[in-house]
């Protein structure tokens, strides 16, 4: 039996996060390691992708969410953008379809006015032609940054309380929440990293306040299956207070699961 099978054996199903985020990182190195073009990392680590969103929608992942291109990485050599940029246009033209086919929706997240005309249209056409899919929803953010989103939603918001559409008294978290490009998705319950980094480099600093983490070194293009299941087992087995003691944490999971979830 292969180890994805035995790790799927151990998965508890009645504990999954609902939301999965993930920064993809070390394509670089996994290419310099072999001598190879950093393009040549992003194209293995773009395989990856593919094989994560089939098994986040196999095993019943609600959203999961993949940090794809940072406003900060407009920084890097022209070259290495655009071939990031076509990698992104033929993932929707060659993965859309699949997609769609199999009940997952697509949400793109991020400074999209930024992209080509192109690719935001046919980030529009997969986005739209998907809206209504119920199983997974996969979230890429591109040309993202944490900071940006919180300060686009302040933008709004005094617009908003300008315009007289909203009363500035009742802004609150779950408020302010709703104006961010995530307004309609749960935080996530984990954020993977790869290639050891421990860093948010600027990816969901509302939604993570009370995020678990799992810091693997593997290089994103060497990320696999098993090791994504790994993440969740191990996610599986913390025990997550939001601020909470742990007697009140088991009272309030027997209240809503019957059971308390860590026995
Ligand atoms: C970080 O590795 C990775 C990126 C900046 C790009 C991520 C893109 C993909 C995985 C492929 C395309 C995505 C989709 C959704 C189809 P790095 O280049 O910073 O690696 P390094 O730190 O080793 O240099």
């Known amino acids: ?15 999954l996060p609902q939301h999965i985020a993930i920064i993809m990182d070390g394509n670089g190195r996994w290419a310099k390691k072999r001598h190879l ?12 992708v ?3 969103v089939e098994t986040a929608a196999e095993i019943g992942i609600k959203v999961l969410s993949l940090y794809a291109f940072s406003k900060e990485n407009w920084n890097r050599p022209k070259e290495e953008v655009d071939a990031l940029m076509q990698l992104l246009h033929r993932y929707l033209l060659t993965e859309g379809n699949n997609l769609i086919k199999n009940g997952i929706r697509l949400t793109v997240i991020g400074d ?4 080509s005309p192109k690719l935001r249209e046919l980030i529009t056409d997969v986005c739209e032609r998907s809206r209504n899919n119920p ?14 989103e ?18 500035s008294s009742v802004i609150d978290e779950q408020m302010f929440n709703g104006y961010l490009f995530t307004k309609d998705i749960p935080d996530p319950d984990l954020l993977i ?8 480099s600027n990816f969901m600093l509302w939604q993570i306040a009370y995020t678990e ?25 913390r025990e997550r207070r939001f601020g909470m003691t742990g007697d009140q944490l088991i009272t309030q999971q027997i209240k809503s699961h019957g059971y308390p979830l860590n026995e």
């Open 213 to 237: 983490l799992y810091i693997t070194k593997t290089l994103w293009p060497d990320f696999t299956k098993a090791e994504f299941l790994k993440a969740i087992i191990n996610f599986q087995k």
């Open 112 to 115: 999209l006015n930024s992209l």
């Open 1 to 15: 039996m292969s180890e994805y099978s035995e790790l799927l054996k151990r998965l508890d199903r009645r504990d």
């Open 50 to 52: 593919k094989y994560i």
């Open 37 to 48: 073009t950093r393009v040549k990392g992003h194209e293995r680590g773009s395989k990856v």
């Open 193 to 200: 990293r790869t290639s050891a980094e421990k860093r948010i």
């Open 150 to 167: 919180i300060v686009e939603a302040v933008k709004s918001i005094i617009k908003d309380v300008q315009s007289g559409s909203l009363d």
């Open 135 to 148: 199983k997974t929803r996969v979230v890429i953010a591109l040309s993202y940054s944490g900071r940006y």
